[in-house]
């Protein structure tokens, strides 16, 4: 009786199944070299399993395996004799596959690492066989993607950890009590731990902390005191945009104009998916730390618990403490319930998104940037060599009238003073605007063959630059008779600041052509951060009230009726003003500041100083000393509709309504 692991014949089992007599072996039965590097020393994988899975067959073929999974081989019944042993009772049974690394037999060297098969045959199938372990089809290299987005989106971010959630949680906390009152000191406060959320986030990604990074971080931060200093709500909102911008630059990190351009905004990519991340990440932590969660939770409960009866009982104890327990606990009531729920979320959704964005910010900087197609000398530089003759006219003119003085114009022209100088600023403000865009466009399409064709580039566009300045100079003087004439108003100087910033930047494109233009984006951008940042902290309607206060002591004309509608910067300004001007001005303010009695996070220290200015002398709210509405007439700014009148240079002036002269503004 043959033993196990032997044939009826005596011989040993061998997995090699033996050709047919008279048959040559087929090219899958002959041994095959062991590659190097193979674990157990047979071959990495099998190439005909690849050819059998490439290559199916149907089922309803007649050579097809049966449903035991029984190979093709040549010899299936050869085979399966061979592989039948018989046990020690005698009773025929099926061999046994050997074993990953177990030899087969005298001179067998051992098996492949594929357990299923032997390493020159194509894999047996069947539950005789144990259980299969195909190898991952292979299916090549991934095409190329032609999408743009492909190419800036990162790897996935790192897992989120702990610190950027608790900060995450904080600033949806913060945001829920503080923000629902008013803009002031809240926003600082809450923009902190929104700050420590994507610092933590970045230092998990491993980004390093760059200078560029830092003044990003640090302005967007100093832009947020505008809310804490000024009472005026437009500089808030352009500090605030400002902010978002810079603080989504310190997340990006951008060097180019497109990564300067769309990674100001492109924080809001992560709208979606940063909660999605946070979420992640929450189940994540919490499923491996269930046990830790209890005691955290408790410990919180217990220290609320312990602070609300204590804090009663010595609110109760004492009014001082109640008082101050007042205005540093905010007051939340069920009735504005959903608006601090909407800020919780709002502030939670915003936080993870800038962590998410800190951790794998899109690359706008990979964005490919094709150069025009580079022109001609004769076709590139005739036109600019024609603009820049026009710009030297119309500043020879511009010096010929401040030499000879405005009468002499003004008589030619036949304007008055005050239209003449509205009519210069906007023209010029355009002019200034349209040469940024020719310098953008030359710069695209410039000679760049030789040291010969840079030069010319740096000529021609650095006459343009130096010209250009010159008219922003001279619309600065134009705003200056205009506000002569009218006053001083928002939009006045709004635009007035534009124009200064346009005059920056073409500075900044002349030291860029002599020193290199690399650093440009982020310097213009920076310059139109920090001069969002000076307009703010200057109080433009701080400015508007001095200057229209110093017209009116010179001229004794002004419009009271615009100044009331000035935020409370204006205040300590207007509190100059002789009586009755004086109450007519500020009753307005002292009536809006006794109704709205904000908490101190949300309370601007404009707001308090104007406060204090009017507690210390109240305005006179008599109606029957100012003049009526009617009266307030004169000659009307056409562009931003402002009112002026003639008022009396002091209280002994003044007889009533009867004896007020409206002016007629500047003539």
């Known amino acids: 009786m043959a033993g196990p692991g032997t044939r009826p014949g005596g011989g040993p089992v061998s997995d090699t199944p033996t050709a047919a007599p008279g048959r040559e072996p087929e090219p899958a039965d002959q041994p095959q070299s062991e590659p190097k590097g193979s674990p157990g020393g047979g071959p990495e994988r099998s190439a005909e399993p690849e050819r059998a899975r490439a290559e199916p067959e149907p089922e309803d073929r007649a050579d097809a395996p049966e449903p035991d999974g029984q190979s093709r081989d040549p010899e299936p019944e050869a085979l399966r004799r061979e592989s039948v042993q018989v046990d020690s009772a005698g009773s025929p049974h099926q061999a046994e596959p050997p074993r990953q690394g177990q030899a087969t037999g005298p001179g067998h060297a051992p098996s492949s690492p594929w357990p299923h098969h032997a390493p020159h045959q194509a894999p047996r199938h069947g539950p005789q066989y144990g259980p299969q372990y195909a190898p991952p089809p292979w299916r090549g290299p991934a095409p190329p993607s032609d999408s743009w987005l492909d190419g800036i989106r990162p790897e996935p971010p790192a897992p989120v950890r702990m610190a950027t959630l608790w ?111 946070g979420w992640r990440g929450l189940r994540e932590r919490a499923g491996g730390s269930r046990g830790r969660w209890g005691p955290v939770v408790r410990t919180a409960a217990v220290a609320a618990g312990l602070l609300v009866v204590f804090g009663a009982l010595f609110a109760g104890a004492d009014a001082a403490f109640a ?13 504005d319930g959903p608006w601090r729920f909407f800020l919780f979320l709002l502030g939670l959704a915003g936080t993870l998104a800038a962590a998410r964005t800190a951790a794998a910010p899109l690359r706008w900087d990979r964005l490919a940037r094709s150069s025009g197609k580079a022109r001609g000398r004769l076709e590139w530089a005739l036109p600019l060599v024609v603009l820049n003759l026009l710009f030297a006219a119309f500043i020879a003119v511009q010096l010929a009238v401040l030499f ?40 695209r399409w410039a000679p760049r063959e030789g040291a010969r064709d840079r030069t010319l580039v740096r000529a021609v566009l650095g006459t343009l630059c130096v010209l250009t300045l010159v008219v922003v100079a001279s619309a600065l003087r134009r705003m200056d008779l205009y506000v002569d004439a009218y006053g001083l108003t928002r939009l006045r100087i709004s635009v007035a600041a534009m124009e200064l910033w346009l005059g920056l930047v073409i500075v900044l494109i002349i030291a860029a052509g002599l020193l290199g233009s690399r650093w440009l984006p982020r310097a213009v951008a920076g310059s139109a951060a920090a001069a969002v940042l000076v307009f703010g902290l200057a109080s433009p309607d701080t400015l508007i009230a001095e200057r229209n206060v110093q017209r009116y002591e010179s001229t004794g004309k002004i ?89 009396p240079a002091g209280p002994d002036d003044y007889d009533g309504p009867d004896d007020y002269d409206p002016g007629t503004g500047m003539d």
């Open 323 to 335: 008082d101050l327990l007042g205005e540093l606990i905010p007051d939340v009531s069920l009735i």
């Open 167 to 277: 900060s995450a949680l904080a600033t949806a906390l913060l945001s829920a009590l503080l923000l629902g009152d008013g803009l002031g000191v809240n926003l600082l406060i809450v923009a902190v731990p929104a700050a420590l959320a994507a610092f933590f986030a970045a230092q998990a990604a491993g980004r390093r902390f760059r200078p560029w990074t830092a003044a990003w971080a640090i302005g967007a931060l100093a832009l947020l005191l505008v809310p804490a200093l000024s009472d005026a709500s437009w500089p808030t909102f352009l500090a605030v945009v400002a902010a978002l911008a810079a603080g989504s630059l310190a997340l990006h990190g951008g060097r180019t104009w497109p990564g300067v351009v769309f990674g100001s905004v492109g924080m809001f990519d992560s709208i979606v998916t940063g909660p999605v991340w």
């Open 404 to 443: 000879g003085g405005y009468d002499k114009v003004l008589s030619e022209t036949g304007l008055t003073y005050a239209a003449y100088a509205r009519q210069g600023f906007w023209q010029l403000l355009w002019a200034t605007l349209l040469t940024l865009i020719v310098i953008g466009l030359a710069l």
């Open 559 to 647: 419009d009271v009726d615009y100044l009331r509608d000035l935020s409370a910067d204006a205040v300590p300004a207007l509190d100059r003003l002789r009586e009755p001007l004086r109450s007519c001005a500020l009753r307005t303010f002292q009536s809006d500041l006794a109704t709205t009695d904000g908490p101190w996070y949300a309370t601007s220290w404009a707001e308090v100083r104007a406060r204090s200015i009017l507690e210390e002398r109240p305005a006179d709210t008599d109606r029957a000393r100012c003049p009526q509405d009617e009266l307030y007439g004169g000659e009307r700014d056409e562009y931003d509709g402002d009112a002026e009148f003639d008022a």
